[in-house]
C-alpha cells in the first residue's frame, strides 16, 4: 500500500528515477548495471562534462581575446 502511495504521487508531480541501481532494475525487469559496461557509460558521461567545460572556457577566451584585439585597434579617444 505503500507503495503504490509513493509511486502515484510520484507520477502525479511528474518525477522521474533514472534507475541507476541495482534493485531498481531488477525490479522493473531490466538489465542490471553491473560489470565493465556501466563504468564505461559513467567515464563517456564524465568525460563528456568535461569536454563541455573545456569548449566553454576556449569560447570565454576567444571573446576576451577578440574584445583586447577590437581595443587595440581603436585610435587613442575613439572609445570616449
Known sequence: QETTRVLTEAAVQGKVDPL?????NIIVG???PAG???MIGRIR????H???LILEERKR???????AAVGELMPE????
Open 20 to 24: 541507476e541501481g541495482l534493485k531498481e
Open 30 to 32: 531490466r538489465l542490471i
Open 36 to 38: 565493465t559496461g556501466g
Open 45 to 48: 558521461q564524465v568525460a563528456g
Open 50 to 52: 568535461r569536454d563541455e
Open 61 to 67: 577566451e576567444a571573446v576576451a581575446d577578440g574584445a
Open 77 to 80: 579617444g575613439a572609445a570616449e
